[in-house]
Structures are given as structure tokens and as C-alpha cells.
């Protein structure tokens, strides 16, 4: 057929009618000189064709040039034999020589079908009981109306296709509905053919693949610095009472629909554990009253595990497959009790939390969808022992001169390092005044006595365990910040004196220290209400006390009365003359208003309904001052966590 087709190309590849009962048909085509010159072009029927096919332009030879196109008009004329089916081919001839040809046929009236799409992709669902509707459109391009027959022999029970059978007009379409219920879990890849006619000896038009997946609505706990692991247990390890330690992780919802969650404490899980102290033993941790239970000497409470432990955001909505950063938060607290002997006050025990996080997903009634996290985290106290004890006594020390003692920091836990701080002391000098004593070691603490004042200078020196904490007020999320956990006082004792033995300074109120040279001033005026002592021993001196230089009790007593009625006299008169100017002030006529304005005092007031107030359910304040003071603030006033006990009431 083709012999020489580069120097020609035809608009089409093949030309072919259909019979829809008109007496004529027409196509228009367009051949084209392919080559680099101009040539003479003709096209003409084939000899062999049939006669149904006449060729209206493009039978003349013309000439064109390169590139050029040349129109051509065809015409099928079935006459009587329009249900026969006929062929032919157009030739091409370029200067006088046949190069190319192109096929025609002219086909009877008769419906043609089509399908879309011939793949039907459902893409990822999730399993629950959902059904899920795609449409195939099936199209009639013929003349005659045309039946259809969707063959399912090996289609599953949770697909339904409808209709299965029909039929559809010339130019018309029709659809058919391929509805999945989600059910079966896994991918899945299934066939279906579509026949021609009612029956099925019908021939097959097209094969339609159906796929997709169908999953469970899940939700997955990554690794915050490993994404790509999945989290089952998130273990916070040991922290002191009054600290909060954090944990961030990344909560991935693994469904191709949004999903709500909810996170949630399973107060009730097998295997919990709220505050027991494990290290003890487990027949110890279990026993009435063991370690565990609560010792005698713990007069106090640690809060519920809901105000414990904290995630942050406790409640949201992740997209297809989104992934949002969720933090999870341990405060352990312990409340010392307001009233018990001040005696048995003692640290609280070390307490262990396994409890068990779940994130719900919301509007899901089956509890295998909620995704399930251990949550492990050991309570310790601060303990904080000095040596040696309390109080620290320096002694005398003179003015502007240094006393140092030294004391030593024993950290008695055995896996938590211990972050102090010493508050600044008048007199006194702390070094380091800051710092970390390693778990079980010891660290010396250098404390100096600068004494800038005469007399005794007792203070309290209060050394501070820091610890991060977070927000006690239940906001949502927050950063860390140091706070104190916990003080331990050490009193501090000392004298300062002066460096000149021969100089009187003022020891005291009433109390002075005595000269050396004074004994021959001592036959004076006695002041009944003044203590002379000796400057080294510190012992009251005996001060001659002449009676006829001195007042006696009676004297001074008379003395006090004169001096209370010249006082009370002055009073009285000052208070007269402020009397005065006030009402002097008043009567002057350029303060007085003559006008009435009519205006009636306290018109249209009413007084305000007096209620009863409502007192306020807040925990007093302890008066007392122990070291072991580890609540780190109120736990009352924390947002506890949603527990699945909520859930059922």
C-alpha cells in the first residue's frame, strides 16, 4: 500500500461511516506535500473499492508547494444496501506515481459502546461498615440502540453493582453504580467484563478493573528524634517531688480520613501501679503498710496520677495522614500534712507510676481502634544532708576579719544529681553559691563570716534545691522554668567585736561595753536603765551607784508623772488649735453656696443586697517549716488528665 509515504501525509489514518439511514455521507481529509519541493498531487478511489464510494474534489492534479495541504472530499452513497458493510481505499499518486493509500469502510447502522473509566480506583478506606459509591458511565456513539450485560462470576458479596443489565439509545448514556462495603481489610483488585447483548453469549466490549484498600482507622505514637519508630512505652525515668520532666512525640494518624482524637488515663488498666514504691520489693511494695502504702512518717498525700501526668494538646483533629508534635508532662507533688507531730515529719518515699495512656479516636465504638501507651515514671525525694549539723558557730570575730567554717553537701540519691542555691546572708559568704552535687557524692561548701556591725549576728542561711517545673494552672502547654523544689535552712551563729579595746560601742539596747579606764568615772549619776558589761566575758559589771547624786524609785516615778502631764497638756492644746482653724475655714462666706440646685441626696439609690460570702475551698497555709517540703505548689490546682472512669459516668 504504501510505497513511497514520506513524500505525503494524511490528516487521518483511516476514514470510516456510519449508516444511520441518511442517503448520503460526507468526510473532508487533507493530504500533505511532506517533501522539500513542489510536486504534482492527485488522489483518486481505488479500482478495487466499492461503488458505494465516489471522491467529489481532489481528483484533479494540482500542484503544491512544500508543506502545502490538499483538500479532499469524500462521499458514501449506500443506495439499497445500507445493512452491508463496505470498503475501498483512497490512492495517492505524486507526479504520475502511486505513493500512498488510506483505508475507507462504510459499516451498517449499529450501536457502539463505550465505557468510563475501564479502572475504578476506590484508593485507601477505612473498615467501618461504610459503603462507598463510584460510577461507571457506559455511552452509545451508534445509530441503534444497544443492550449491555455486567458479568460479576467472581465478584466478593461486598460489592454490589447496579443495574447488571440494560440497554441505552443512539447518542444517549446511561450509568451503573459499583457500591463497596467496607468491611474486608487489606488491598484488593477485582475484575468485572462488560458483554454485549442480554445473555451471557453476549461478546465481551470491555474488562473493568476494580481497586482500592480498606484499613482500620488507627493512630500511631512516633519517636519525637526517630519519626520513623513507632512508641509503645514513653518512660520518663526518675524525677524529685516538685519537678516536672517532659516528653514530646509525634502522634500520626495512619487513616486516609480526618480523625478526632481524645487522650485519655485508663485509671482502671490491668498491670497499673499509682505510687508504689517497687525498689523495696514487690511483697514489701504489696504488704499493708509497706513502703508502698504510705509510711507513718509520710503525714502528708501525693496527688491523684491524673494531676500527675499531662499531655498537651489533650484533644484535636488530625488530617489524612497528618502528623502533629503532642507533649507529655510528669509533675509528681507531695503535701505535707497542716497538723501530725513536727517530729515524725520525714521525706516522702520514693513512689512508682506505670499507668496506661490512651488517644481515643472519637465517633469509633470499637475500643481496638484507641491506640494504647505505657507511661512509666519513678517519684524520688530531694534528700539533702549536711554535715556537719546545724546550727554553725563562729564565735566572736572582729569587725572587717574573716571566720571560715566548712560544711559538706552529701546528695543521698543515688541516680539524680542535685541542683542548689544559697541566698545571700548579711555577714555571711557562701562559696560556691551555687551549684550540682553528683548523685551519692558529697561537695564542700566554704562559709565565710564577714562581720560588719558590732554584736551577736545569728541568721538563717537557706540553701535552695532548683528543679525545672511547668504551669500549675492547667493552660495548655508552656515552657519549663527553674523554680525552687525544696529549702533546707542551717543557722548561722556569730559575734562580731570591735578591734579597739579602748573604745565604748554600743553592744545592745540598754547594754554597753566598759572601759578599761573607766573606774574612776564610775562614782557618777546612775541610769538605772543602763547595763555596763566587761568587753571580753561579756559579764554585767558592778557600777557604784551614789545616793546622793541618784533618784531614787519614788523620785523617778514622780519625774514621770510631771513629764506625762506636760505632755498630755501640749496635746491637748494642739488639738484645740487644729479645732479651731477648721471651723474658721468652714465659716468663711466664699466657701458657702447660697444657690439650692433642688437636688435630693441619694435620689435613686438603692442600698446593695448583702449575701453571705461564699468561702473559698483553698488548702491554709502551713505555718510550719520543715525541709522536706517538696509539693512544688498546690496539686488541687492542677488540670487532672480525662481517666476512662470519667468516660462511663
Not at 468491611?183 to 465481551?204: A, H, M
Not at 511483697?283 to 498525700?301: I, T
Not at 505632755?567 to 471651723?583: P, V
Request: aromatic share 6%; net charge neutral; proline share 8%.
Amino acid at each position: 500500500m504504501d510505497r513511497d509515504q514520506s513524500l505525503v501525509n494524511f490528516s487521518v489514518d483511516e476514514v470510516k461511516f456510519v449508516n444511520d439511514g441518511r442517503e448520503r455521507h460526507k468526510a473532508t481529509l487533507y493530504v500533505q506535500n511532506r517533501s522539500s519541493s513542489s510536486k504534482k498531487i492527485r488522489v483518486a478511489v481505488a479500482k478495487h473499492s466499492d461503488s458505494a464510494f465516489h471522491l467529489l474534489s481532489g481528483r484533479d492534479e494540482r500542484y503544491l508547494a512544500a508543506g502545502l495541504k490538499l483538500p479532499v472530499l469524500l462521499q458514501y452513497s449506500p443506495g439499497g444496501r445500507g445493512e452491508e458493510t463496505h470498503r475501498g481505499e483512497l490512492v495517492v499518486y505524486v507526479d504520475g506515481r502511486q505513493v500512498a493509500a488510506l483505508p475507507i469502510e462504510g459499516i451498517p447502522p449499529s450501536p457502539i459502546l463505550s465505557i468510563s473509566p475501564l479502572t475504578v480506583d476506590f484508593g485507601p478506606l477505612v473498615a467501618e461498615c461504610q459503603i462507598v459509591t463510584k460510577t461507571l458511565t457506559l455511552t452509545n456513539t451508534g445509530t441503534r440502540e444497544g443492550s449491555f450485560l455486567v458479568s460479576t462470576p467472581s465478584l466478593p458479596p461486598h460489592f454490589t453493582i447496579s443495574p447488571l443489565r440494560g440497554s441505552i439509545r443512539p447518542q444517549e448514556r446511561t450509568e451503573v453504580k459499583v457500591e463497596l462495603l467496607c468491611k474486608e481489610k487489606g488491598p484488593f483488585s477485582k475484575v468485572v467484563s462488560v458483554l454485549s447483548g442480554d445473555g451471557p453469549e453476549g461478546e465481551e466490549l470491555f474488562v473493568v478493573t476494580l481497586c482500592g484498600s480498606v484499613q482500620d482507622r488507627r493512630l500511631q505514637l512516633l519517636d519525637g528524634h526517630a519519626p520513623s519508630s513507632t512508641l509503645e512505652r514513653v518512660a520518663f525515668g526518675h524525677t524529685y517531688y516538685g519537678t516536672t520532666i517532659t516528653r514530646k512525640a509525634v502522634l500520626y494518624n495512619d487513616s486516609p480520613v480526618p480523625t478526632d482524637f481524645l487522650a485519655v488515663l485508663d485509671s482502671e488498666a490491668a498491670g497499673s501501679e499509682h505510687g508504689v514504691d517497687m525498689s523495696e520489693g514487690l511483697a514489701l511494695a504489696c504488704s499493708p503498710g509497706g513502703r508502698g502504702q504510705g509510711c507513718w512518717r509520710e503525714q502528708g498525700h501525693p496527688p491523684s496520677s491524673e494531676a500527675m501526668i499531662r499531655v498537651t494538646p489533650t484533644q484535636g483533629c488530625l488530617g489524612p495522614h497528618e502528623q502533629r508534635v503532642v507533649e507529655l508532662t510528669f509533675s509528681p507533688s507531695f503535701l505535707q500534712a497542716e497538723s501530725g507531730w513536727s517530729h515524725h515529719q520525714g521525706l516522702p518515699s520514693q513512689r512508682d507510676y506505670a499507668l496506661f495512656l490512651k488517644f481515643l479516636p472519637v465517633g469509633v465504638n470499637s475500643m481496638k481502634a484507641a491506640l494504647e501507651v505505657a507511661v512509666t515514671g519513678t517519684a524520688v525525694p530531694a534528700d539533702l544532708a549536711l554535715q556537719p549539723g546545724t546550727p554553725l558557730d563562729f564565735g566572736s570575730c572582729t569587725v572587717d576579719h574573716c571566720s571560715t567554717q566548712e560544711l559538706q553537701l552529701y546528695n543521698n540519691s543515688p541516680v539524680l544529681p542535685l541542683e542548689f542555691s544559697s541566698r545571700q546572708v548579711a555577714h555571711y559568704k557562701c562559696d560556691p553559691s551555687s551549684g550540682k552535687v553528683p548523685p551519692g557524692d558529697t561537695l564542700p561548701l566554704s562559709v565565710s563570716f564577714l562581720p560588719r556591725q558590732l554584736g551577736p549576728l545569728n541568721f538563717k542561711l537557706n540553701i535552695d534545691i532548683l528543679g525545672p517545673r511547668g504551669p500549675l494552672s492547667g493552660g495548655e502547654g508552656g515552657s519549663l522554668r527553674t523554680a525552687v523544689v525544696q529549702t533546707v535552712a542551717v543557722e548561722l551563729q556569730g559575734v562580731g567585736t570591735s578591734a579597739s579595746a579602748g573604745k565604748s560601742e554600743r553592744k545592745g539596747r540598754g547594754v554597753s561595753l566598759a572601759r578599761p579606764s573607766d573606774l574612776a568615772t564610775s562614782i557618777r549619776p546612775h541610769d538605772a536603765e543602763k547595763t555596763v558589761v566587761t568587753p571580753f566575758t561579756r559579764v554585767p559589771r558592778h557600777t557604784y551607784v551614789d545616793p546622793d547624786y541618784t533618784f531614787d524609785e519614788e523620785e523617778r516615778a514622780q519625774r514621770r508623772r510631771h513629764r506625762t502631764t506636760y505632755t498630755g497638756l501640749l496635746q491637748a492644746n494642739h488639738a484645740h488649735r487644729s479645732w479651731k482653724e477648721r471651723e474658721k475655714m468652714h465659716s468663711d462666706p466664699a466657701h458657702r453656696n447660697p444657690t439650692d440646685l433642688g437636688m435630693a441626696p441619694a435620689l435613686g439609690l438603692r442600698p446593695p443586697k448583702l449575701t453571705p460570702p461564699t468561702p473559698a475551698k483553698t488548702t491554709p497555709p502551713s505555718t510550719r517549716s520543715h525541709p522536706s517540703s517538696c509539693s512544688g505548689g498546690s496539686a488541687d490546682t492542677r488540670s487532672k488528665m480525662i481517666t476512662t472512669r470519667d468516660l462511663l459516668t
